[in-house]
């Protein structure tokens, strides 16, 4: 099982940016996925799960209505789309296979 | 949202000897289904966190069997035996009975 994340850099407060997992190794379209970040200050903190075929989704209230989860099974990419980033949006970011398997994270900066 | 309590907070242990941490949970996490929703991970150096421990007391696969989960409903324990330099990190129990979900503040383990 691999994930790699990628998409994370620094932005300014106010800007969007796309995260994206690429999944291998795994049957991804048959797994739910959920991202997850982490800072030392906060620790770790769930952001949002999507069903296995987009069914249903679910987010952090920190993250409603800012953020969006998808995948594209037939890429077996994860997506999660950031808007109105804030400077507390600063963290590492993971995709998560269930909650088992973790990628190595891509780490976003949000700071004039 | 349910609010995982770990301690210690941090803790160094002597090669050989063992070492527990407590994972208590704000309600409990037991699912109807009877499986209760309760996971162990550990975070290495510079790396992301690995999936030790489901289910409470459920092995991942390649986990070596020094490291044993237990408890129930609302209390928890991850137990390491015959410690090894391996096993520094940072452990933190996560639920995922309900979302969001969440985890507790983590526990640092490092060697005398």
């Known amino acids: 099982v691999q994930l790699v994340e990628s998409g994370g850099r620094l932005v300014q407060p106010g800007e969007s940016l796309r995260l994206s997992c690429a999944g291998s190794?795994?049957?991804?379209?048959?797994?739910?996925m959920n991202w997850v970040r982490q800072t030392p200050g906060r620790g770790l903190e769930w952001l949002s799960h999507?069903?296995?075929?987009?069914?249903?989704?679910h987010y952090a209230n920190s993250v409603k209505g800012r953020f969006t989860i998808s995948r594209d099974n037939a890429k077996n990419s994860l997506y999660l789309q950031m808007t109105r980033l804030r400077a507390d949006d600063t963290a590492l970011y993971y995709c998560?296979?269930?909650?088992?398997?973790w990628g190595q994270g891509t780490p976003v900066t949000v700071s004039s | 949202e349910i609010v995982l309590t770990q301690t210690p907070f941090s803790l160094s242990v002597t090669p050989g000897q063992s070492a527990s941490i407590s994972c208590k949970s704000s309600?409990?996490?037991?699912?109807?289904?009877?499986?209760?929703?309760l996971f162990w991970y550990l975070q290495k150096p510079g790396q992301s966190p690995q999936l030790l421990i489901y289910?409470?007391?459920r092995r991942f696969s390649g986990v070596p069997d020094r490291f044993s989960g237990s408890g129930s409903g609302t209390d928890f324990t991850l137990k390491i035996s015959r410690v090894e330099a391996a096993d520094v990190g940072v452990y933190y129990c996560?639920?995922?009975?309900?979302?969001?979900?969440?985890f507790g503040g983590g526990t640092k383990v490092g060697i005398k």
């Open positions: 289910e409470v007391s």
């Open positions: 190794g795994f049957n991804f379209r048959s797994y739910e």
């Open positions: 998560l296979v269930g909650m088992a398997y």
């Open positions: 309600q409990s996490l037991l699912h109807r289904d009877g499986k209760t929703s």
């Open positions: 999507i069903a296995s075929d987009s069914a249903s989704v």
């Open positions: 996560m639920q995922g009975l309900h979302l969001p979900l969440t």
